[in-house]
């Protein structure tokens, strides 16, 4: 069974193009209706590149879904002229076919027209199975659509990072805390400041700052800083849903919860850093 879905991006296709490269690009849209983790012990590539790679998936990131294979290809526009066309003709442990191409049109405003084709054939009992695999690829394409419009429409002029380069940038101030591990306590923990200070205006971001926090603090037997942590981690969620989120604040104890701060050169150096080693560059253009 055949699907087809087609939305409207307020962005050129350069930019569009360059995203669909990111695999970080590709957890954001999928998050939170479905979860995937490299199998294997395998780490996430920056970048989708020609070639298989397999996937564990997780519905709402709690229940097992099986592995699926990934199978990343570029075809020639269907177009003179067009944008490539990125397929995953990829299977599963419920999915014998699971081919899916992403094609970029643009429109005469300057946004792009983003098409999702998806052909499904179930592994077993298709005559059952696939009708409500079908519905389910249109549940997830419509909610990937969604995030997709949401991506485009908060990428900014520039002058700021856009969600992706946000989450590339605090990923890399956290690998750059977990590689650090001979530098005394006082210079890891700025690399944990700086991700807060990124990370903040946005709830995943802004938990996994707090969580990493509290595994530190942890990690180095400092009870009062692991108990303010717990507490900071109860309050993240009340602080996003009534917009109570302090600009600049570290995150660490010692300081105020809701007080705002700006943020020291060094932790400005230090995410200024972070956004430059992530910025994108796509093989489109």
């Known amino acids: 069974m055949r699907i087809s879905l087609s939305t409207a991006l307020s962005a050129p296709p350069e930019w569009v ?25 395998v780490r996430w590539p ?17 229940l ?15 177009q003179p002229g067009g944008w490539p066309t990125l397929r995953d003709n990829g299977e599963g442990r419920w999915m014998r076919r699971w081919d899916h191409r992403i094609t970029l049109q ?23 199975m696939t009708p409500l ?27 700021s990072a856009s969600p992706l380069q946000q989450q590339l940038a605090f990923d890399h101030l956290l690998a750059t805390f ?26 995943p971001l802004h938990g996994r700052s707090h969580t990493a926090m509290l595994r530190y603090a942890l990690q180095l037997r400092d009870w009062r800083e692991a108990i303010g942590q717990v507490m900071r981690l109860l309050l993240v969620p009340l602080g996003h849903a009534l917009a109570r989120l302090p600009v600049g604040n570290t995150g660490r104890t010692h300081v105020r919860a809701l ?15 972070a956004l430059a080693a992530t910025r994108i560059h796509s093989p489109f253009v």
């Open 17 to 41: 193009a360059a995203q669909l490269q990111s695999t970080a690009v590709f957890r954001h849209i999928t998050a939170p209706l479905v979860r995937f983790r490299p199998t294997g012990g």
């Open 46 to 62: 920056t970048h989708w590149s020609p070639g298989d790679l397999s996937l564990q998936m997780w519905l709402l990131g709690l």
């Open 64 to 78: 097992p879904m099986g592995p699926q294979t990934v199978r990343i290809s570029i075809e020639p526009p269907p």
């Open 106 to 128: 643009p429109l005469p405003d300057g946004r792009t027209l983003y098409t999702d084709d998806i052909e499904v054939v179930a592994r077993d009992l298709p005559w059952l």
């Open 133 to 159: 695999s079908t519905a389910f690829a249109q549940l997830f394409y419509r909610h990937r659509q969604r995030r997709w419009r949401l991506l485009a429409a908060q990428r900014g002029d520039g002058s």
């Open 178 to 203: 977990d590689r650090d591990t001979n530098a005394p306590p006082t210079e890891r923990w700025r690399w944990l400041e700086a991700a807060h200070v990124l990370g903040q205006s946005t709830l």
């Open 259 to 273: 007080a705002p701060m700006a943020p020291s050169p060094d932790i400005t150096r230090r995410i200024g850093q």
